[in-house]
């Protein structure tokens, strides 16, 4: 069982969007209960450069409720969804796939780089930023050859795996750029009035979503496009749903709150046991 975001602090002003939000999940194949503390405050471009989303992960023990540890959320929450992004990548991509494009240059572009360059091969590494000076610096600091591109079109075109961690409100990537049989995991614009796919993109792509619940709450892509949800991941997964691989596919992302309890447990026993 988990819950997604329960909303506890939502406010709009006049500059920007505030948000605290609480994750609760408890998961008994892990026997791990946690919840996970995250704000995310949009940031005028000319701010001091304060992260736009923080988090701390609270692990707790689940017979007596006692307090394990606290933990940098931010961290935990970088590597669980690069992680499940790869899983709906080794599903959904064709076993040609040789090119690999990110949009965005974010903290969660540097995460989803280091986990698909060790679990898949590529020929070439694209991205894209609507900042150029921080796609460059991404391509100057991360190990590997990446190419900057100038434009979202460049940068897609023939991709054969697309990843859009960005903090877009309206649809940067479209379909007529992505190539038939291509995979993309949209990660990005998390509220259900903030989109980064147009509407050609998810008419002509089987969607994957990570929650169906979630998903038709929160997901701008979803219901703005009026997508219809072809299976969750964790369907994919349990094979109860196939995996259309062969098809042009689209894997929203939201985030579950289990997901950041099981990493919270992993990092926690690993720790207990000194390793």
Known sequence: MSFHHSLIFNEFSLFAYRFLG???????????????LVTFYERPRAAPAAPSHQATVLLLE??????????????????????VSAIATKFLKLPSSEVLCILGAGVQAYSHYE????QFSYKEVRIWNR?????????DTVAGEVRVCSSVQEAVTGADVII???????????????KPGAHVNAVGASRPDWR?????????????????????????DVLLSGAQIFAELGEVVAGVKPALCTETTVFKSL????EDAVVAKLVYNSWASGK
Do not use: H
């Not at 050609?200 to 997901?219: F, H, I, N």
């Open 164 to 178: 859009t961690v960005t903090m877009a409100t309206e649809p940067i990537l479209l379909g007529e750029w992505v």
């Open 255 to 258: 985030g579950l709150a289990v």
């Open 196 to 220: 980064e796919l147009d509407d050609q993109l998810l008419a002509q792509a089987v969607l994957y979503v990570d929650s169906r619940e979630a998903a038709l709450k929160e997901s701008g």
């Open 131 to 139: 900042t150029k000076e921080n796609a460059q610096k991404f391509a």
């Open 115 to 118: 986990v698909f360059t060790e």
């Open 62 to 83: 689940p017979r007596s409720g006692a307090l394990l540890a606290v933990m940098d959320g931010n961290v935990i929450t970088a590597k669980r969804t690069a992680a």
């Open 22 to 36: 609480v994750m609760p999940a408890y998961s008994a194949a892990e026997d791990a209960l946690a919840t996970k």
